[in-house]
């Protein structure tokens, strides 16, 4: 059986939105702003998370903007994300933009319940807010890694949204990536 692994780059006030800038928000670009040294400790990280993921799991635009900016890219990272096979909710979308992606309709939650019941191993989450807290409030999600950024930006979108009851999870791993916390949690079974 599959494990669902949410990971999120995340402000320390939980938002998750426009984190590199490029959406033109007006708090956005918290991302951009580590040490060069943080960066590359960070990339090591999430290289080899990609290397050990059987898939990734992404909603709609999510696909189009990791298509955008992942699709014309060399080297190791690029070619394991441009390769590794995705699966991409959306109730729109016929042709997922990024490529090895298949689409998943209709009902969302049967269908990942399916492919988790399917895949072998991990197929982490990146991105995908939306889905994210429709995956938690579903019980779907097995484990959530998160990389603090240092920084309250104080408005837009958060990771936490209402959810239908309480989750309770624990930390199962913590450490640094540079200078940037990362904590792993585990869900508690209810």
């Known amino acids: 059986m599959g494990r669902i692994v949410v990971s999120e780059q995340i402000s320390l006030d939980g938002v998750v939105d426009d984190p590199s800038g490029v959406e033109g928000t007006s708090r956005g670009g918290w991302f951009n702003e580590m040490s060069q040294a943080d960066r590359e400790t960070w990339?090591?990280?999430?290289?080899?998370?990609?290397?050990?993921?059987?898939?990734?799991?992404?909603?709609?635009?999510?696909?189009?903007?990791?298509?955008?900016?992942?699709?014309?890219?060399?080297?190791?990272?690029?070619?394991?994300l441009n390769t590794i096979p995705k699966y991409v909710v959306s109730s729109t979308l016929d042709e997922p933009q990024w490529g090895n992606a298949t689409v998943l309709s209709g009902d969302v939650v049967e269908q990942v319940a399916k492919l988790r019941t399917e895949a072998d191993g991990e197929i982490v989450v990146y991105a995908s807010a939306p889905l994210v807290r429709m995956l938690i409030d579903h019980e779907l999600v097995d484990e959530l890694r998160l990389?603090?950024?240092?920084?309250?930006?104080?408005?837009?979108?958060?990771?936490?949204?209402?959810?239908?009851?309480?989750?309770?999870?624990?930390?199962?791993?913590?450490?640094?990536?540079?200078?940037?916390?990362?904590?792993?949690?585990?869900?508690?079974?209810?």
């Open 43 to 80: 990339t090591q990280h999430e290289f080899a998370e990609s290397v050990a993921a059987e898939a990734l799991l992404l909603g709609r635009r999510s696909d189009a903007w990791f298509a955008a900016r992942w699709r014309e890219r060399t080297g190791e990272w690029a070619d394991r």
């Open 147 to 190: 990389t603090i950024h240092p920084f309250v930006v104080g408005a837009g979108p958060r990771l936490w949204g209402e959810t239908a009851d309480r989750k309770a999870f624990r930390l199962i791993d913590s450490r640094l990536l540079g200078s940037l916390p990362h904590l792993t949690f585990g869900v508690v079974a209810a």
